[in-house]
Antibody, heavy 117, light 108 residues
Framework: EVQLVESGGTLVQPGGSLRLSCAAS????????MHWVRQAPGKGLVWVSS????????SYADSVRGRFSISRDNAKNTVYLQMDSVRAEDTAVYYC??????????WGQGTLVTVSS | EIVLTQSPGTLSLSPGERATLSCRAS???????LAWYQQKPGQAPRLLIY???SRATGIPDRFSGSGSGTDFTLTITRLEPEDFAVYYC?????????FGGGTKVEIK
């Protein structure tokens, strides 16, 4: 059974940093791209970042480029999202998701990031 | 970037009725790489439809997708109580991945 478990969400002050983790199991993690998608309270889904199966080709939404960094450790079956210089508008539930069959087939349960002083 | 516009924003229907949701793209979605997701409060999105018309594993056949190019439709033939939720379309034909703003299907 595919499982994705996010962690690391917390309350952080504007300008601060945090790192989200997504631990994967139930599939060959090293064979698939991984994505982060976020959802602000009461709002829709927004793609944030992705990384290929080898840890290359990172890409980012314009709103986070230069502040967020995606990485992965295939030995630990984990993908990360390093979030620096966070802003109030980064407040959201952050989901990791994996395109195994086609597009984003499987999603984690999400982790809440709140940016506030 | 491909912008997806969903309509209506809210659909008020009764159980047993038919729901028709629309998703329009700002430019053609190559190879019909268009997906639909269902999201219930407090839950992660669930993939319903991929490649515009293919049902994901375990999705009931009352859910169907159609369309091509820039106009796509999700149809739920007979609404069950568990179908009242928010539905999003998403394109994966070009980077960045983009989502529509969502359609809420609520109980009338």
């Amino acid at each position: 059974e595919v499982q994705l478990v996010e962690s690391g969400g917390t309350l952080v002050q504007p300008g601060g940093s945090l790192r989200l983790s997504c631990a994967a199991s139930g599939f060959t993690f090293s064979s698939y791209w991984m994505h982060w998608v976020r959802q602000a309270p009461g709002k829709g889904l927004v793609w944030v970042s992705s990384i290929n199966s080898y840890g290359g080709s990172p890409s980012y939404a314009d709103s986070v480029r230069g502040r967020f960094s995606i990485s992965r450790d295939n030995a630990k079956n984990t993908v990360y999202l390093q979030m620096d210089s966070v802003r109030a508008e980064d407040t959201a539930v952050y989901y990791c998701a994996v395109p195994i069959g086609t597009t984003l087939d499987f999603w984690g349960q999400g982790t809440l990031v709140t940016v506030s002083s | 970037e491909i912008v997806l516009t969903q309509s209506p924003g809210t659909l008020s229907l009764s159980p047993g009725e038919r729901a028709t949701l629309s998703c329009r793209a700002s430019q053609s979605v190559t190879a019909n790489y268009l997906a639909w997701y269902q999201q219930k409060p407090g839950q992660a999105p669930r993939l319903l439809i991929y490649r515009a018309s293919s049902r994901a594993t375990g999705i009931p056949d009352r859910f169907s997708g159609s369309g091509s190019g820039t106009d796509f439709t999700l149809t739920i033939t007979r609404l069950e109580p568990e179908d009242f939720a928010v539905y999003y379309c998403q394109q994966y034909s070009s980077s960045p991945l983009t989502f529509g703003g969502g359609t809420k299907v609520e109980i009338k």
